[in-house]
């Protein structure tokens, strides 16, 4: 993955973390290769970030594109911009 790479070349998504996914992964957002699956960026961003990020991972929820994504089987397009969302507390 590469970190601070402007405009989204060709080949490339954004991650952006929010709350306790951007405290886990220790940066509020990144670059990665476009072309995988969501399960396959999210087990190169646990490996990449460790056993914190990797947690809130399985229980996150993912945006791409502004769209809810439940299908971890689903190819993710150069350009794209994936939310991750761990679950919110509150009341």
Same mark, same amino acid.
């Given at each position: 993955?590469?970190?601070?790479?402007?405009?989204?070349?060709?080949?490339?998504?954004?991650?952006?973390?929010?709350?306790?996914? *951007?405290?886990?992964? +220790?940066?509020?957002?990144?670059?990665?290769?476009?072309? *995988?699956? #969501?399960?396959?960026?999210?087990?190169?961003?646990?490996? *990449?970030? +460790?056993?914190?990020?990797?947690?809130?991972?399985?229980?996150?929820?993912? #945006?791409?594109?502004?769209?809810?994504?439940?299908?971890? *089987?689903?190819? #993710?397009?150069?350009?794209?911009?994936?939310?991750? #969302?761990?679950?919110?507390?509150?009341?």
């Amino acid at each position: 993955m590469h970190r601070d790479v402007p405009d989204h070349p060709t080949g490339l998504l954004t991650v952006r973390y929010f709350a306790g996914a *951007r405290a886990a992964a +220790g940066t509020a957002e990144e670059t990665a290769p476009a072309g *995988r699956s #969501l399960g396959e960026l999210t087990g190169d961003l646990a490996e *990449r970030h +460790g056993v914190r990020l990797a947690a809130v991972l399985t229980v996150a929820s993912f #945006l791409v594109d502004g769209v809810t994504c439940h299908d971890r *089987r689903a190819p #993710l397009p150069a350009g794209a911009t994936i939310d991750v #969302l761990p679950p919110f507390a509150g009341g």
